[in-house]
């Protein structure tokens, strides 16, 4: 699929998703900050400070010169976003909270301020060259999953949908074809189904011919089915959960060939 670019919806959705992060954040006590996330390595503040330091990234700071973690580090983009975070780990969970009130509101200005040329200008992304605003749909994304990897271990009830949710699905949508026929390892000829049963409810078919690729139907019946919440989805796609659990106890039903559709559940993880 292709991602449609439009302004208000963008940039509604990733103020949406900052204000959902600042009214939840604003009720967790000191040991909630501290708790270890679903990230390796980071704390429910330091999901925050990634955000912070992303956007600070975006307005031009470069990364501050400071000692940090590098057990957990898996490539250059992971090592310039700890040191963005290890530069705020001094600080106390309100006090990041208070920061990135300060900057997301900053960056929301910035960005409702860009001419057209300005937000639809081609550049480097995590996604390769795009447009800005297709680097800020990225953004919702990587806010609503942050989010969610810092909700699940403090035993939150996790998002409901919305906007924000429709937007993380489509934008693992549009990489379904990488996961599939790349990471999931799916053989050439396979027809592989994913329902999603909500809160984003969704059915991504990827066919492997040459390269793997998402289609809307199918000539035949699939041969590999997945289906799982969307929420599930985003986790195991985000690399975030051990899929075993999620397969044994049929969170995640497998169809046709199992064989292949229980290796390719356990192998969905490519963001980085």
Known sequence: MEIQLDRGRILGALEEIWTEWSDWAESLTDPDWVMPSRCPGWTVQDNLAHIIGTERMLQG?????????TEHLKNPIAAENEKRIQALRSLSGSEVLDLFRTVSAERLGQLHAMSEEEILKVGWSPVGEVPYLRFMHVRVYDS???????????????????????????????????VIGKKAG????????????????EVVRVVVEDRARVVDEFDGEPTVTLAMSSHDWLALTGGRIDPKPLVDDGRVALG????????????????I
């Open 61 to 69: 700071e470069p990364a501050p010169d400071v000692e940090h973690p």
């Open 144 to 178: 609503w999953l942050h989010l969610e990897d810092c909700r699940a271990p403090l035993g939150h009830e996790p998002s409901i949908g919305g906007v924000p949710a429709r937007m993380a699905v489509d934008e693992v949508t549009t990489a379904a074809g990488f």
């Open 186 to 201: 799916a053989p050439e000829g396979s027809r592989v189904e994913v329902t999603l049963t909500g809160p984003v409810s």
């Open 256 to 271: 046709g060939y199992l064989e292949l559709a229980e290796h390719m559940a356990n192998n969905l993880a490519f963001t």
